[in-house]
Protein backbone atom coordinates (compact mmCIF):
# COMPACT_ATOMS: atom_id res chain seq x y z
CA UNK A 1 0.00 0.00 0.00
CA UNK A 2 1.50 3.37 -1.34
CA UNK A 3 1.65 6.02 1.63
CA UNK A 4 -1.03 8.63 -0.32
CA UNK A 5 -3.56 5.34 0.49
CA UNK A 6 -2.42 4.69 4.22
CA UNK A 7 -2.77 8.78 4.38
CA UNK A 8 -6.45 8.27 3.06
CA UNK A 9 -7.56 5.83 4.90
CA UNK A 10 -5.98 7.24 8.69
CA UNK A 11 -7.72 10.80 7.40
CA UNK A 12 -11.46 8.49 6.79
CA UNK A 13 -11.07 6.88 10.50
CA UNK A 14 -10.32 10.61 12.30
CA UNK A 15 -13.39 11.82 10.24
CA UNK A 16 -15.10 9.21 11.43
CA UNK A 17 -14.25 9.49 14.80
CA UNK A 18 -15.14 12.93 14.94
CA UNK A 19 -18.65 12.47 13.38
CA UNK A 20 -19.26 9.97 15.92
CA UNK A 21 -17.73 12.36 18.96
CA UNK A 22 -19.89 14.80 17.54
CA UNK A 23 -23.02 12.32 17.62
CA UNK A 24 -22.74 10.80 21.34
CA UNK A 25 -21.72 14.28 22.52
CA UNK A 26 -24.22 15.65 25.53
CA UNK A 27 -26.94 18.73 23.96
CA UNK A 28 -24.84 22.32 24.36
CA UNK A 29 -26.28 23.77 28.00
CA UNK A 30 -28.55 26.15 27.16
CA UNK A 31 -29.66 29.49 29.43
CA UNK A 32 -33.09 29.79 30.74
CA UNK A 33 -34.89 32.85 31.82
CA UNK A 34 -37.73 32.16 33.93
CA UNK A 35 -40.08 35.18 34.86
CA UNK A 36 -41.90 34.13 38.22
CA UNK A 37 -44.57 35.25 40.68
CA UNK A 38 -43.29 35.68 44.47
CA UNK A 39 -45.25 32.90 45.64
CA UNK A 40 -42.73 31.02 44.21
CA UNK A 41 -39.76 33.06 44.57
CA UNK A 42 -37.92 31.52 47.53
CA UNK A 43 -38.80 27.24 45.74
CA UNK A 44 -37.46 28.40 42.38
CA UNK A 45 -34.17 29.90 44.16
CA UNK A 46 -34.12 26.23 45.70
CA UNK A 47 -34.62 24.36 42.30
CA UNK A 48 -32.86 26.45 39.97
CA UNK A 49 -29.30 25.46 41.11
CA UNK A 50 -30.53 21.60 41.68
CA UNK A 51 -31.74 21.62 38.24
CA UNK A 52 -28.58 23.12 36.68
CA UNK A 53 -26.83 20.31 38.34
CA UNK A 54 -28.74 17.96 37.31
CA UNK A 55 -28.89 19.18 33.48
CA UNK A 56 -25.90 21.33 32.90
CA UNK A 57 -28.36 24.11 32.04
CA UNK A 58 -27.94 27.83 33.01
CA UNK A 59 -31.19 29.41 35.00
CA UNK A 60 -31.73 32.90 35.23
CA UNK A 61 -34.47 34.25 37.66
CA UNK A 62 -36.92 37.50 37.64
CA UNK A 63 -39.85 37.78 40.42
CA UNK A 64 -42.85 40.32 40.21
CA UNK A 65 -46.45 39.65 40.92
CA UNK A 66 -48.62 37.58 38.16
CA UNK A 67 -49.64 41.33 36.82
CA UNK A 68 -46.16 42.27 36.41
CA UNK A 69 -44.27 39.81 35.07
CA UNK A 70 -47.18 39.31 33.02
CA UNK A 71 -47.03 43.33 32.14
CA UNK A 72 -43.36 42.68 31.27
CA UNK A 73 -43.91 40.04 28.79
CA UNK A 74 -46.76 41.93 27.35
CA UNK A 75 -44.18 44.91 26.84
CA UNK A 76 -41.60 42.67 25.38
CA UNK A 77 -39.54 41.25 27.84
CA UNK A 78 -38.22 37.59 26.52
CA UNK A 79 -39.01 34.74 28.76
CA UNK A 80 -37.95 31.16 28.30
CA UNK A 81 -40.15 30.34 30.88
CA UNK A 82 -43.23 31.70 32.90
CA UNK A 83 -44.38 30.88 36.13
CA UNK A 84 -47.90 32.80 36.97
CA UNK A 85 -51.61 32.15 37.79
CA UNK A 86 -53.82 30.10 34.51
CA UNK A 87 -55.73 33.06 34.21
CA UNK A 88 -52.36 35.28 33.54
CA UNK A 89 -50.88 32.59 31.54
CA UNK A 90 -54.27 32.29 29.12
CA UNK A 91 -53.68 35.88 28.19
CA UNK A 92 -50.60 35.44 27.01
CA UNK A 93 -51.34 32.76 24.93
CA UNK A 94 -54.08 34.92 23.48
CA UNK A 95 -51.67 37.61 22.51
CA UNK A 96 -48.99 34.56 21.23
CA UNK A 97 -46.35 35.58 24.56
CA UNK A 98 -46.93 31.98 25.67
CA UNK A 99 -46.65 28.57 23.62
CA UNK A 100 -50.55 27.55 23.39
CA UNK A 101 -50.64 24.09 25.05
CA UNK A 102 -47.36 24.86 26.75
CA UNK A 103 -48.73 25.55 29.84
CA UNK A 104 -48.28 23.11 33.44
CA UNK A 105 -49.48 23.31 36.92
CA UNK A 106 -46.59 22.98 39.15
CA UNK A 107 -47.59 24.15 42.61
CA UNK A 108 -50.90 25.48 44.30
CA UNK A 109 -50.34 28.25 47.18
CA UNK A 110 -52.44 28.60 50.42
CA UNK A 111 -53.29 32.30 52.01
CA UNK A 112 -51.94 32.38 55.28
CA UNK A 113 -51.54 34.64 58.41
CA UNK A 114 -48.42 35.39 59.61
CA UNK A 115 -46.80 37.19 62.89
CA UNK A 116 -43.55 38.43 64.09
CA UNK A 117 -41.88 36.10 65.87
CA UNK A 118 -42.54 35.12 69.78
CA UNK A 119 -45.71 37.22 69.34
CA UNK A 120 -49.21 35.34 70.42
CA UNK A 121 -50.52 33.25 68.22
CA UNK A 122 -54.56 34.14 67.42
CA UNK A 123 -56.81 32.03 67.08
CA UNK A 124 -57.81 31.80 63.40
CA UNK A 125 -59.03 28.61 62.81
CA UNK A 126 -63.01 29.60 62.04
CA UNK A 127 -64.00 32.73 60.02
CA UNK A 128 -65.47 34.20 63.72
CA UNK A 129 -62.22 33.63 64.76
CA UNK A 130 -60.71 35.27 62.45
CA UNK A 131 -62.59 38.38 62.24
CA UNK A 132 -62.20 38.35 66.42
CA UNK A 133 -58.36 38.38 65.46
CA UNK A 134 -58.24 40.76 62.65
CA UNK A 135 -60.74 43.67 64.95
CA UNK A 136 -57.97 43.02 67.78
CA UNK A 137 -54.89 44.01 66.09
CA UNK A 138 -53.62 47.51 65.38
CA UNK A 139 -51.90 47.39 62.04
CA UNK A 140 -52.43 44.56 59.31
CA UNK A 141 -49.78 44.01 56.19
CA UNK A 142 -50.78 42.67 52.45
CA UNK A 143 -50.16 43.29 49.64
CA UNK A 144 -51.93 45.99 47.79
CA UNK A 145 -54.36 45.04 45.43
CA UNK A 146 -52.92 48.06 43.21
CA UNK A 147 -50.07 45.75 42.39
CA UNK A 148 -52.47 42.63 41.20
CA UNK A 149 -51.38 40.50 43.99
CA UNK A 150 -54.11 37.96 43.78
CA UNK A 151 -53.46 37.48 48.22
CA UNK A 152 -53.91 41.29 47.97
CA UNK A 153 -57.41 41.56 45.97
CA UNK A 154 -58.19 38.37 47.98
CA UNK A 155 -57.98 39.89 51.40
CA UNK A 156 -59.83 43.09 50.55
CA UNK A 157 -62.37 40.54 49.54
CA UNK A 158 -62.56 38.73 52.91
CA UNK A 159 -62.57 41.87 54.86
CA UNK A 160 -65.56 43.18 52.93
CA UNK A 161 -67.10 39.21 53.49
CA UNK A 162 -66.42 39.34 57.44
CA UNK A 163 -68.04 42.87 57.47
CA UNK A 164 -65.21 44.90 58.86
CA UNK A 165 -63.51 46.34 55.56
CA UNK A 166 -64.20 50.33 57.23
CA UNK A 167 -62.47 48.82 60.52
CA UNK A 168 -59.88 47.65 58.47
CA UNK A 169 -58.89 50.38 56.31
CA UNK A 170 -57.39 52.60 59.55
CA UNK A 171 -55.35 49.17 60.08
CA UNK A 172 -53.41 48.82 56.75
CA UNK A 173 -49.78 48.69 56.12
CA UNK A 174 -49.46 47.99 52.49
CA UNK A 175 -46.42 46.12 50.90
CA UNK A 176 -45.56 46.43 47.47
CA UNK A 177 -46.15 42.04 46.56
CA UNK A 178 -42.86 40.96 48.29
CA UNK A 179 -42.54 43.13 51.40
CA UNK A 180 -45.35 41.84 53.91
CA UNK A 181 -43.03 39.59 55.71
CA UNK A 182 -40.47 42.18 56.13
CA UNK A 183 -43.02 44.39 57.71
CA UNK A 184 -43.90 42.13 60.40
CA UNK A 185 -40.13 40.77 61.09
CA UNK A 186 -39.48 44.54 61.63
CA UNK A 187 -42.66 45.32 63.91
CA UNK A 188 -44.52 47.86 61.23
CA UNK A 189 -47.44 45.81 61.17
CA UNK A 190 -49.13 43.10 63.52
CA UNK A 191 -50.22 40.78 61.04
CA UNK A 192 -49.47 39.62 57.82
CA UNK A 193 -51.52 38.15 54.76
CA UNK A 194 -50.53 36.70 52.94
CA UNK A 195 -49.01 33.27 50.72
CA UNK A 196 -47.66 30.87 52.88
CA UNK A 197 -44.79 30.33 50.86
CA UNK A 198 -44.25 33.80 50.76
CA UNK A 199 -44.04 34.13 54.51
CA UNK A 200 -42.37 31.25 55.18
CA UNK A 201 -38.52 32.72 54.09
CA UNK A 202 -38.71 35.04 56.73
CA UNK A 203 -36.83 33.87 60.17
CA UNK A 204 -38.72 37.21 61.94
CA UNK A 205 -41.85 35.78 60.94
CA UNK A 206 -44.01 33.11 62.46
CA UNK A 207 -46.91 31.45 60.04
CA UNK A 208 -49.95 30.76 62.29
CA UNK A 209 -51.28 28.79 59.87
CA UNK A 210 -53.90 29.11 56.56
CA UNK A 211 -57.08 30.96 56.70
CA UNK A 212 -59.85 29.06 57.18
CA UNK A 213 -61.49 26.88 53.81
CA UNK A 214 -64.62 29.13 53.66
CA UNK A 215 -62.17 32.14 52.89
CA UNK A 216 -59.28 30.35 51.68
CA UNK A 217 -57.85 30.97 48.48
CA UNK A 218 -55.95 28.24 46.39
CA UNK A 219 -53.52 30.19 43.35
CA UNK A 220 -52.67 28.35 41.16
CA UNK A 221 -49.27 28.34 39.70
CA UNK A 222 -48.59 26.97 36.06
CA UNK A 223 -45.33 27.03 34.00
CA UNK A 224 -45.85 28.07 30.35
CA UNK A 225 -43.32 28.38 27.54
CA UNK A 226 -42.33 32.10 26.37
CA UNK A 227 -43.10 32.51 22.63
CA UNK A 228 -39.89 34.76 22.21
CA UNK A 229 -38.01 32.29 24.11
CA UNK A 230 -34.89 30.41 22.71
CA UNK A 231 -34.33 27.08 24.89
CA UNK A 232 -37.44 25.63 24.33
CA UNK A 233 -35.88 21.84 24.64
CA UNK A 234 -34.44 22.90 27.69
CA UNK A 235 -36.93 24.69 29.26
CA UNK A 236 -39.23 21.34 28.44
CA UNK A 237 -37.10 19.39 30.74
CA UNK A 238 -36.91 22.07 33.49
CA UNK A 239 -40.68 22.14 33.35
CA UNK A 240 -40.21 18.16 33.88
CA UNK A 241 -37.76 18.52 36.46
CA UNK A 242 -40.58 19.89 38.89
CA UNK A 243 -42.50 16.93 39.08
CA UNK A 244 -39.28 14.79 40.11
CA UNK A 245 -39.41 13.83 43.62
CA UNK A 246 -36.63 15.61 44.70
CA UNK A 247 -38.26 18.88 43.51
CA UNK A 248 -41.55 18.31 44.78
CA UNK A 249 -39.90 17.74 48.48
CA UNK A 250 -38.88 21.05 48.27
CA UNK A 251 -42.65 22.05 46.99
CA UNK A 252 -43.61 20.99 50.24
CA UNK A 253 -40.86 22.57 52.24
CA UNK A 254 -41.59 25.35 50.97
CA UNK A 255 -45.43 25.40 52.50
CA UNK A 256 -46.86 25.12 48.64
CA UNK A 257 -48.71 21.76 47.10
CA UNK A 258 -47.52 19.93 44.06
CA UNK A 259 -49.34 20.84 41.23
CA UNK A 260 -51.95 18.27 39.86
CA UNK A 261 -51.03 17.22 36.29
Known amino acids: MG ?11 WLVAAALLVLTAP ?10 SNATRTLLEDIAPMFEKASGHKVTLGFGTSQQVAKRVEAGEAADLV ?12 DNKVVAGSS ?6 LIGVGIRRGAPHP ?11 LLAVKSVTFSA ?5 TSGVHTEKMFERLGIAAEMKAKYVLGDGSSTG ?21 SGVEVVGPLPDELQLVTILSAGIGAAGQSRAAVQEMIRYFGTP ?3 AVIKAKGLEPGKN
Do not use: F, N
Open 123 to 133: DIRTPDALRTA
Open 104 to 109: VEIARS
Open 182 to 202: PIVARGEAEMAIQQISALKPY
Open 145 to 149: PATGA
Open 83 to 94: VITPEAIGKLVK
Open 246 to 248: EAI
Open 27 to 36: AQAAEIKVLS
Open 3 to 13: RAAAGTRIAGR
